[in-house]
């Protein structure tokens, strides 16, 4: 269940060995930008005066002293992550005369409010929440625009990071003039949504380039499952799967399963037409090439089977060649900072329901539990999730056609990759002539944001061309006297 809930916020892309053919997606030249710090109260919410320092990187290259400020809200990771992957945004700041600012989440990357010892206790770790760091960048911008001639600014983000410039239009109207969130699951929270649509989509995408894909790796599972019983089956197993430790107790063997599943979605969420690189190596399209390594194996071979999907997983784990072992205790990647923030955030205010079940998933059945997470992060953390904490301080619903709690915003664009299963909590159709949300058939997590390639999906591209129509109405538009 942990595993499930460490897939909540983590964007991903990837890069590796790849044939001629095959074009990545550029990353954005940090060196082009300015690192800076900026001073922000540890609780804004208190007389507390004490202050740490928050990172960002800013551009003026492009700025003509009347052009606006694309301001990326940083997310669950350090903040070059974001920036690397993130190249149409420069792109397009180049176009509209834009200064770009690029600033790092509270508790994340270097932004830590007490140094080393920001996830040591509860005293320190209790400041991190989505409204706090939504306070710095509101800080951060108002220092801005009195530098740049008090000029209007578009947020960006996508995923975690998109659910947070969404809000900060929402939130913070008087700062933020509009709002990108590429997907951004504003509605995946505790009773505005089915727990199981995430792994539904991810086992759709398998469906899509063959039917019998998810069979096979649903097999897999079932085999798997069948073997923990038999421990006389474990030695033969390590040896399949080239796992670092050899797998001798039931335990593993649900470590095992759930190493497949994390190479699965991520693949799912990254399947990109081009190579790419964020934590890992892929290949374009991984979820093809994983698929086609069934093609040639029949369903009932047990160790075929198993064979197969080791080398799907490793499609994800270890395109590049490198790794010489599976570690099943440490495959959960990423660029979070020294410390557990995703975790944190989950276990709080940011309680995101995912499960499966045996009808539509390739998992087979895993119900959410709330009651188990809950004691999980008690346990952890020593807090509960609050429930309803993104629907009350927010505003969330169940309700796909009339979000009501957008429907007096403006200005905000919800963007969506058709094959990125976090489209299960996110805003796909418009709330009305300013709020768009649209669904780009062929695209996966925030691939609009990432830098143009040829091998883009038409959708994708004209995906990018109605965010930059929005945008250049929001920066048209007057604040009525």
Not at 265 to 283: D, G, R
Not at 325 to 338: A, K, R, S, Y
Request: glycine fraction near 6%.
């Amino acid at each position: 269940m942990r595993l499930i809930i460490l897939l909540t916020f983590i964007c991903f892309f990837a890069a590796g060995k790849f044939t001629d053919e095959e074009s990545s997606s550029p990353l954005t030249d940090i060196s082009s930008y300015t690192q800076a710090t900026f001073s922000t109260y540890i609780d804004h919410y208190s007389a507390m005066p004490n202050q740490f320092s928050m990172k960002y990187y800013y551009k003026t290259t492009y700025w003509n002293e009347t052009g606006p400020i694309f301001f990326f809200c940083g997310g669950e990771g350090r903040i070059e992550v974001f920036l690397n992957s993130t190249g149409w945004v420069d792109a397009l700041a180049e176009q509209m005369n834009a200064i770009v600012v690029y600033a790092e989440h509270r508790y994340f990357g270097s932004s830590l409010p007490f140094g080393n010892k920001s996830y040591t206790k509860n005293s320190y770790t209790k400041y991190l929440s989505p409204h706090q760091a939504m306070a710095d960048f509101a800080y951060l911008l108002t220092s801005l625009r009195a530098q740049y001639n008090n000029t209007k600014v578009i947020t960006f983000g996508g995923g975690y990071s998109g659910m947070i410039s969404a809000w900060m239009r929402i939130k913070y109207a008087n700062v933020v003039d509009g709002a990108v969130a590429s997907s951004a699951p504003v509605n995946h929270f505790y009773g505005t949504v089915d727990p199981t649509e995430f792994y539904h989509i991810v086992t759709n995408d398998y469906q899509a380039v063959d039917p019998s894909c998810p069979a096979y790796i649903r097999t897999a599972y079932d085999y798997i499952t069948n073997m923990t019983d038999y421990p006389t089956t474990y030695f033969n197993l390590t040896m399949l799967f080239q796992t670092c430790y050899p797998i001798i107790t039931p335990g593993d063997m649900f470590k095992l399963k759930k190493w497949i599943q994390y190479a699965m979605t991520f693949m799912a969420i990254s399947n990109y037409p081009y190579k790419s690189n964020f934590y890992n190596p892929l290949p374009a399209y991984p979820v093809t090439q994983a698929c086609n390594l069934f093609n040639d194996v029949e369903i009932d071979d047990i160790w075929g089977v198993l064979k197969a999907v080791k080398d799907a997983a490793n499609i994800y784990f270890n395109f590049s060649g490198q790794i010489e072992c599976n570690d099943l205790n440490n495959f959960v990647q990423g660029n979070f900072g020294p410390g557990n923030g995703l975790d944190y955030l989950s276990c709080t205010y940011l309680n995101v329901p995912i499960g499966s079940n045996a009808t539509n998933s390739m998992f087979g059945n895993i119900p959410w539990d709330q009651t188990w997470w809950n004691n999980y992060c008690v346990s952890t953390w020593g807090r509960s999730p609050i429930l309803n904490y993104a629907t009350v301080y927010f505003g969330a619903t169940t309700d796909s056609q009339t979000k009501w709690y957008l429907r007096d915003a403006t200005n905000i664009i919800f963007s969506n990759g058709s094959l990125d299963p976090w489209i299960s909590g996110a805003i796909t159709k418009s709330i009305n002539p300013t709020v768009l949300g649209f669904v780009m058939a062929g695209g996966a997590h925030i691939a609009d944001l990432k830098a143009p390639n040829a091998n883009d999906p038409a959708e994708v591209t004209n995906g990018r061309a109605i965010i930059k129509g929005a945008i250049e109405y929001a920066l048209r538009e007057k604040i009525p006297e």
